[in-house]
Nanobody, 131 residues
């Protein structure tokens, strides 16, 4: 059984920073599996934000490139999303996803439909950016 749990959301003013964490337990090991972040605004589809593969290769949505950084600590089976220069349009529920023995590269997971990106998902953590 796989469980994915996010933490670190909150409220911040525009221009500020937040760091999200995501820990996977069960049959996920980040030294060989993949993990990433999606976000969703009510009434809109869930969209890819960032992903990182077992070899450390990363991919980002164009809207966050240069402002967000995804990283991981294999020993803790935890991924992080460092968000800087936050904008009101970054306000969303942020979901962490993970999957086993991923192929195709992190771009495939950022730019796919959520159901095709990751098999396992957390409950989400809210990020609110005020102007």
């Amino acid at each position: 059984q796989v469980q994915v749990a996010e933490s670190g959301g909150g409220s911040v003013q525009a221009g500020g920073s937040l760091r999200l964490s995501c820990t996977a337990t069960g049959y996920i090991s980040l030294h060989k599996d993949c993990i990433g972040w999606y976000r969703q605004v009510p009434g809109q589809e869930r969209e890819g934000v960032a992903a990182i593969d077992s070899d450390g290769s990363t991919a980002y949505a164009d809207s966050v490139k240069g402002r967000f950084t995804i990283s991981k600590d294999n020993s803790k089976n935890t991924a992080y999303l460092q968000m800087s220069s936050l904008k009101p349009e970054d306000t969303a529920m942020y979901y962490c996803g993970a999957d086993r023995l991923c192929g195709g590269g992190p771009e495939k997971r950022v730019f796919s439909r959520p159901a095709l990106a990751f098999a396992f998902w957390g409950q989400g953590t809210q990020v609110t950016v005020s102007s």
